[in-house]
């Protein structure tokens, strides 16, 4: 099964909001990426934390990660319409290579 | 911007047809992934190369090939084409770097 899960599935908000998903994860990682995907489009990298960091801010983004609960959350601060998306996070288990990458959680910004 | 290419972007094919997915990076990254993903949900890795003339079998089972003969070129082959194979096609890359790169996608119906 997929390492990573991520909830809420789906969320809709209203522009100028912050929106908050969070991604649960099985094993041991040496980082977590979070990535968005437009619509029929490939995923585009947005913010990295490695498993010894516990916080990172990248502009409107901030990103936590809890490797205790296994667990990381994205928030999105003062939302835009042009934030909608669906936003999926990727762990990196040590001595691969691979990514795994959770469910994903849809956004909708409504303007 | 990633400089990484996919052609075709749609493709629409009868059942038993031979297709090539074509994936290309100008980056010089070692590494390559193939990924599977249905419209909404999550990705599903089918393939992945560390370097040339290097493949590997992903997670999700799939009856696709790949073959790496050039740094910056990763192919997948389907010999025989099934409607069980309509979905979307993602290839990445990355370098020792952590953040994969992702193309834009082929969207491929089999009908």
């Known amino acids: 099964s997929q390492q990573g899960e991520e909830d809420p599935q789906a969320l809709s908000i209203q522009e100028g909001e912050n929106a908050t998903m969070n991604c649960s994860y099985k094993?041991?990682?040496?980082?977590l990426q979070w990535y968005r995907q437009n619509s029929g489009r490939g995923l585009v990298h947005l913010i990295l934390?490695?498993?010894?960091?516990r916080e990172k801010h990248s502009g409107r983004l901030r990103v936590t990660l809890d490797t205790s609960k296994k667990s990381s959350s994205l928030l999105i601060t003062a939302s835009r319409a042009a934030d909608t998306a669906s936003y999926f996070c990727?762990?990196?288990?040590?001595?691969?290579?691979?990514?795994?990458f959770g469910t994903g959680t849809r956004l909708k910004v409504l303007a | 911007e990633a400089d990484i290419y996919q052609t075709p972007r749609y493709l629409v094919i009868g059942t038993g047809k031979k297709i090539t997915l074509e994936c290309s990076q100008t980056m010089g990254h070692d590494k390559m992934y193939w990924y599977q993903q249905d419209p909404g949900m999550e990705l599903h890795l089918i393939h992945y190369s560390y370097g040339v003339n290097s493949t590997e079998k992903g997670d999700l089972s799939s009856e696709s090939t790949v073959s790496r003969i050039r740094t910056e070129h990763f192919p997948l082959t389907l010999e025989s084409a099934r409607p069980s194979h309509t979905s979307q096609y993602l290839c990445?890359?990355?370098?020792?770097?952590?953040?994969?790169?992702f193309g834009p996608g082929t969207r491929l119906l089999v009908l």
């Open positions: 990445a890359s990355k370098s020792s770097a952590e953040t994969q790169y």
């Open positions: 094993t041991s990682i040496n980082n």
């Open positions: 934390i490695r498993s010894n960091e």
């Open positions: 990727a762990t990196d288990p040590p001595g691969t290579y691979k990514y795994i």
